[in-house]
């Protein structure tokens, strides 16, 4: 290999080779310094698009110069044989892909290399930049062990992607379906699911669709990236949330993805505090939460219903039959292939009441509209609405008079509902909802085995409904005097149960903790025993 001459540099030794340049570890003379310098390789051809390349990679390594998890570029220039090149801060060898490939990392250093590289990519996007060849081999890491994203040569602007169809490098294994088949050549979700793709590597050591000793041609690659369910780590040791965020990134469709590098970077904080590690701050100068919302490049999601309402399908299934505590039916995860909005009625399930953020996360499915009441406004009498911009503006919903809700215009609901959100979002109390449910629900199962007029026990998060029967395989209910009975018992002892014959639900506060949780279905258990004792219930 021909060692390329650069004044003011001296040639220490070859590091390694990429799709179109050579890196080296060179001397800087002055001031006295080690450095990495890029260089075209002799063999790729100096048209206008490699060209293009190469200054389009060393101005979106300057702009983002100075985070501290971007390899930084410090000058630019030809050699004497005429070659474009970069100097960079050096980082010592090897790169991540090498150094998880025998030894995945903990659990907790992954979250926090998760952190550290959602900040830098989030930094390139709010400068307009896509990255859209993130991998494991193009993180690096600093003398001080701090991960650096590098390796920005097919980077492009936001505003240039979207129409550009030249031929695009790919790195199969960390690339999103939508790139694999053409339908997009990157965006901010296409970046995402890559990250996504990387933390999942450093967990395991290999990309998330290789399968060890088995078919991995690109080809075969492809195939499973393009129509496989994106898989978990089984780490034993890896939250599961964390598994769940990790499929999340590595959904079929961009829109059912976290919105930003921002926002993946905020669940893996919440990930990090619920398992108890040290935090890890986020590198983004003025974060702001949900920043990148609408801007997902060309999703097809997104421009499919841009200037287009059908309509609409109503979806009730994230709202119980009769209110009973039931877990609702899984809804279509593609209603656009109907042609349709997928609107969910979260009046009763949302904002964490079913252990997740919405009911409907239950399905997979992602909503274009959902509607919102009842605890939103912790007892406040306020309703509202939540869909996308695009949806938002379009006709009839701009005009101030072909839409509006029961109680949007008081000003003192609106103001708790926020609060009461923004108290649900920081304390993240689905999680909350979710541990205590599954304690609920256990019990509940056993006054099913203890009492034959206890029919279905179902629910989910704080969410829960038994059935009261005189007959399980008939459903015949109790009668309406029993019923009220038992009400009036509970209450007498200091449990209060909502009544929907023949249902009793469930749904305590989701700050109610385990312990508060099983005294009152102690309560209910001491009823029923009086109940099964007196045979009344036949």
């Known amino acids: ?256 993805r976290p919105a930003s590098a921002l926002e993946l970077a905020r669940e893996l904080q919440r990930i990090e505090a619920s398992a108890g590690f040290a935090r890890t701050p986020i590198a983004v100068e003025g974060a702001v939460l949900g920043r990148h919302a609408d801007q997902r490049g060309d999703n097809p999601g997104y421009s499919e219903d841009a200037t287009r309402l059908k309509a609409p399908t109503l979806m009730t299934g994230a709202e119980p039959r009769a209110s009973s505590g039931e877990q609702p039916p899984e809804p279509p995860r593609t209603p656009r292939e109907m042609g349709a909005l997928f609107i969910a009625d979260e009046m009763i399930t949302g904002f964490g009441r079913t252990g997740r953020p919405w009911g409907v996360d239950h399905s997979g499915a992602r909503p274009d509209i959902v509607t919102l009441g009842k605890g939103f406004g912790s007892g406040f009498p306020v309703s509202g609405v939540l869909t996308r911009t695009d949806i938002a503006q379009a006709k009839p919903w701009s005009n101030p008079s072909g839409a509006s809700s029961s109680y949007g215009g008081n000003a003192l609901a609106s103001a708790a509902a926020l609060a009461s959100v923004r108290t649900i979002r920081e304390d993240r109390l689905w999680e909350n909802a979710e541990r205590v449910g599954a304690a609920m629900l256990a019990e509940l199962r056993r006054f099913q085995e203890r009492h034959a007029f206890v029919g279905d026990v179902r629910g989910a998060g704080l969410f829960l409904g038994i059935e009261l029967v005189k007959d399980r395989r008939t459903k015949e209910p109790l009668d309406a005097a029993v019923m009220k009975q038992v009400y009036q018992d509970c209450l007498q002892r200091g449990l209060l149960a909502m009544s929907y014959t023949p249902h009793v639900r469930l749904q305590p506060a989701l700050t109610i903790d385990r312990e508060t949780a099983l005294e009152g279905l102690g309560i209910l258990g001491e009823v029923f025993r009086e109940l099964d004792a007196s045979g009344r219930w036949r």
């Open 1 to 256: 290999m021909t060692t390329p001459r650069i004044p003011g540099y001296q040639y220490v030794e070859h590091l390694g080779s990429g799709g179109f340049a050579d890196v080296f570890l060179y001397e800087q003379e002055w001031p006295r310094q080690r450095v990495a310098i890029k260089v075209v390789r002799p063999d790729v051809p100096l048209n206008e698009r490699e060209k293009s390349l190469f200054t389009s990679e060393a101005n979106a390594m300057a702009r983002l110069a100075d985070h501290p998890y971007i390899v930084s570029v410090m000058t630019a220039g030809v050699t004497e044989e005429g070659r474009p090149f970069l100097v960079m801060r050096y980082c010592p060898p090897p790169d991540l892909g090498v150094r998880v490939r025998s030894n995945p990392m903990p659990v907790a250093e992954a979250i926090a290399t998760g952190i550290k590289l959602a900040s830098a990519i989030e930094t390139a996007h709010r400068s307009g930049i896509l990255h859209r060849d993130i991998k494991p081999s193009n993180v690096l890491v600093t003398t001080y062990s701090e991960p650096a994203l590098t390796d920005f040569g097919i980077a492009g602007g936001m505003h240039e992607v979207e129409g550009d169809r030249q031929e695009l490098r790919i790195s199969y294994p960390w690339s999103p379906p939508e790139i694999l088949d053409g339908r997009s050549n990157g965006s901010v979700a296409s970046d995402v699911y890559s990250l996504g793709a990387t933390i999942w590597h450093l967990l395991v050591g290999r990309s998330p669709f290789s399968i060890p000793s088995g078919d991995n041609s690109t080809r075969a690659l492809t195939a499973r990236i393009l129509h496989a369910e994106p898989p978990a780590t089984h780490r034993p040791d890896a939250p599961p949330a964390l598994e769940r965020l990790l499929q999340q990134c590595l959904a079929k469709d961009p829109s059912h």
